[in-house]
């Protein structure tokens, strides 16, 4: 739109110009013939009175406009086309109209061109637009900053790149999802079949009528284990996957890390009770995060799940936590079995187990990763086998 302004100023300016040029030349025009009749007049007068050339020249030199026409109206000479027969009107007459043909044939001719030159550009744009909706239509979204240029449909291009913007976006969500979704159904597929296949086999043996009753307690107690197994799995597999589809929105609360790990505690009370484990916590009483209370605390009870079942009877687990300008850290230690450098860089990954530990879902982690990275956080660990295993959190207070 600015530059259609701009170009109307402009063609307004060259034809202003223009018309003052031509007004100028016929006022110079104009002037020129009124020397011409002056020099007709005095030349007549000369011709027959020779002697009054002083007094004629002293009279136009002081001349005043007089419009006491009586002299004039006696020949019949006031009418103006009793001056056709004057060829310098003749000359002032084709001068005055060519002038003005030739200036109107002139904004004729630059305002069709204006006029063509414009519909072109329009007719350029609506094609391109035209072409890069086909493209959309053909799932071909791609977005030219260059193929977007000002004008009068600058802003109907800018609202299409918004709308293909997102629905880019959105196309590369719905794949990904899709994608996650196929990887999802697999892990579920390949986690299940072997217990499925257990239960199977464990309910043709059931149904078996040789089986003796402490044979029998054994299997079912064995049936159950493999169900509850099946129930964690199921469970922890539809939060990951809620977790990283985005389908939950993680409140953004002030969370004490005394009340969380109060609360996370509390949970594995049982597990540290059996294993006579005793904790040890080194925390500020006024340390706070931001994050969802729930989750973050789901996170940090998969670690100390963790820590739990690693850790040796009559053991110990520290929680410290410290706060710097850049983040809040959380330092979880066992001091049990250890992980080996081989398992160290795969223990966040989904299923997968270590050498030494074959009843673990092999999910916990992965979800405590997942809920993490949603929170603005990081998690690491390092461990030496035999001594310690030692998972380090960072809340940050900025963005990462």
Not at 194 to 204: A, V
Not at 366 to 387: D, F, P, Q, Y
Request: aromatic fraction near 10%; charge should be neutral.
């Amino acid at each position: 739109m600015k530059k259609r302004i701009f170009q109307f100023f402009l063609i307004t300016f060259l034809f202003f110009f223009l018309g003052l040029g031509i007004v100028y030349y016929l006022f110079n025009q104009t002037k020129r013939e009124i020397v011409l009749n002056n020099n007709t007049v005095v030349m007549a007068i000369l011709k027959n009175h020779p002697e009054l050339e002083g007094e004629i020249i002293d009279s136009l030199k002081n001349i005043s406009i007089d419009e006491d026409f009586s002299i004039l109206e006696k020949y019949g000479l006031t009418s103006l086309t009793s001056l056709e027969y004057l060829n310098e009107i003749k000359d002032l007459k084709n001068t005055f109209f060519g002038s003005f043909f030739l200036l109107f044939f002139l904004v004729v001719i630059v305002v069709g061109f204006y006029l063509f030159w414009i519909e072109r550009s329009r007719k350029r744009e609506i094609q391109k637009i035209d072409q890069y909706l086909f493209s959309l239509l053909s799932q071909d979204i791609q977005v030219d900053l260059k193929d977007f240029q000002s004008g009068e449909l600058a802003s109907l291009q800018n609202d299409l790149m918004k709308v293909t913007s997102r629905l880019k976006n959105a196309l590369e969500t719905s794949k990904k999802d899709k994608i996650e979704l196929s990887k999802t159904l697999a892990d579920i597929s390949h986690q299940l079949k072997t217990p499925l296949t257990s239960l199977l086999i464990l309910s043709d043996n059931l149904s078996s009528f040789s089986l003796d009753e402490k044979t029998r307690q054994e299997f079912l107690k064995k049936q159950e284990q493999i169900i509850l197994h099946m129930k964690s799995l199921i469970v922890t597999l539809l939060k990951v996957s809620q977790i990283e589809s985005g389908m939950i929105e993680l409140k953004k609360e002030i969370i004490t890390i005394n009340d969380l790990f109060s609360y996370v505690l509390e949970q594995v009370d049982l597990l540290l009770v059996a294993k006579n484990i005793t904790v040890k916590k080194e925390i500020s009483k006024n340390l706070k995060i931001i994050g969802d209370f729930n989750w973050v605390g789901e996170a940090l009870l998969n670690v100390i799940k963790n820590a739990c079942e690693h850790s040796k009877e009559n053991g110990m687990i520290e929680i410290r936590a410290s706060d710097n300008p850049m983040y809040s850290e959380i330092l979880i230690t066992d001091y049990g079995e250890g992980i080996s450098k081989k398992d160290l860089k795969h223990i966040f990954e989904r299923f997968y187990k270590s050498s030494s530990d074959k009843e673990s879902i092999g999910i916990g982690l992965n979800l405590t990763k997942s809920i993490l990275s949603r929170s603005n956080a990081t998690i690491s660990c390092k461990s030496v086998v035999g001594k310690y295993t030692t998972f380090i959190i960072h809340f940050y207070k900025g963005i990462v």
